[in-house]
């Protein structure tokens, strides 16, 4: 979770910096509502990071749990919207489909075996 809080940190970034350079390289065409919703998911996205940062710190670990879930619906809608964002389909788009496709499937091999990790630190009740 936490290298997934660096990658939407940096994006949010870049969308607050250059929105309409992030949509020329994931092949959106851009006018200003556009841009103006590319910022605001940019500050949107520092709202996630920050919490994906602490969550995965300082989250008891049923808290880690159900955020990484969430975040397994998060990456695959990532991924899936913006293969289907209108526009040309740029290298630069392939990239965020591949790296939203990537942490999804990560979360999710991942999940069971953090969930397995946590059972077995439990004190037996019996």
Do not use: C
Request: hydrophobic share 55%; proline share 5%; aromatic share 10%.
């Amino acid at each position: 979770m936490v290298i997934g809080s660096i990658v939407f940190a940096i994006s949010a970034v870049l969308l607050l910096i250059d929105p309409s350079g992030f949509l020329t390289y994931i092949g959106v065409p851009s006018d200003e509502s556009v841009i103006w919703s590319f910022k605001l998911m940019g500050l949107v996205l520092i709202a996630l990071a920050i919490h994906m940062a602490t969550t995965s710190r300082n989250a008891a670990d049923p808290a880690f749990r159900r955020a990484a879930l969430a975040m397994i619906l998060v990456s695959i809608g990532l991924g899936v919207l913006t293969y289907l964002a209108p526009g040309a389909a740029t290298t630069g788009r392939w990239i965020f489909v591949a790296v939203g496709s990537s942490f999804a499937a990560l979360y999710t091999i991942t999940l069971p075996i953090k969930s397995i990790g946590y059972k077995e630190e439990q004190p037996n009740s019996a």
